[in-house]
């Protein structure tokens, strides 16, 4: 049963694209997602995508760089969000644990990234660390786009039920297999089957037993086994459901 990376940065792994895809489909994980942190990887991550039919593209400035998102960065996002290879928008939001850029500005780029997914009609891929009010307030605010998902989601099983509740996609990563990550599974256990993504995030976040070796997409089935037992499910229900819940928010 094939699988989807709903989240990596290839350019950060340093990878030869050729490789990681070959490696992720030897074990069934069948497409990738490659998610920009600011304009040239975002440019690389769309320039990728179109040369990969496997591999989809996201385009943003990561919350950590939102000192740099200018008007002239924010409309070459838009100008990338708009090519056909490009289905999310991300990743974008607030981390209010690592504050190189600070909350006004990461507010502010956080604003522009969703008005630019709405715009393209492309999905909105959040990042948010340590930050879940301020990310649910803004999106409330200024209405979310109709495709939302919230990467490495970190929240517990009452945030799990407002995203629910608002039809919000939660993606989990590699860190739902650690041993302290019970309130994560607890999240989880909670999430509707239908709203749930998987994602390595890779090159961070290796799931166990890999912990320590670096992180890459031919690692997803050690989480959707984690996903699985944590739904008392079979790991095939869940690659499906994860399969088409990818295609659903980013296209076929
Ligand atoms: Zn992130
Ligand atoms: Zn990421």
Not at 36 to 47: E, F, K, M, N, Q
Not at 152 to 168: K, L, P, V
């Amino acid at each position: 049963m094939p699988a989807v990376d709903s989240h990596c940065h290839l350019d950060l792994m340093g990878a030869v694209p050729d490789q990681a895809l070959a490696a992720a489909q030897a074990v069934g994980v069948s497409r990738l997602v490659t998610i920009g942190i600011d304009v040239p990887s975002s440019r690389w991550c769309a320039d990728t995508a179109a040369a990969y039919p496997d591999i989809s593209a996201a385009v943003a400035i990561h919350p950590n760089e939102a000192s740099t998102a200018s008007d002239d960065a924010l409309t070459e996002i838009a100008r990338l969000a708009a090519r056909p290879e490009v289905r999310a928008v991300g990743e974008t939001g607030l981390d209010y644990y690592r504050t190189t850029a600070t909350p006004a500005q990461q507010q502010a780029s956080f604003r522009a990234h969703i008005a630019i997914a709405k715009q393209t009609d492309t999905a909105l891929v959040i990042h948010d660390r340590d930050a879940h009010e301020d990310v649910l307030r803004i999106l409330a605010e200024v209405g979310a786009p109709e495709r939302v998902v919230f990467h490495c989601f970190s929240g517990d099983a009452d945030m799990a039920r407002t995203c629910a509740d608002a039809g919000y996609v939660m993606s989990f990563a590699g860190n739902l297999t650690f041993s302290n990550a019970g309130r994560l599974r607890a999240a989880a256990a909670v999430a509707p089957l239908e709203l749930l993504l998987v994602e390595t995030d890779a090159p961070f976040l290796t799931p166990m037993p890999f912990r320590g070796r670096p992180n890459a997409p031919y690692l997803i089935p050690l989480t959707v086994r984690a996903l699985a037992a944590v739904k008392g499910l079979t790991e095939e229900r869940v690659a499906g459901a994860v399969t088409s819940t990818a295609t659903r928010v980013f296209g076929g």
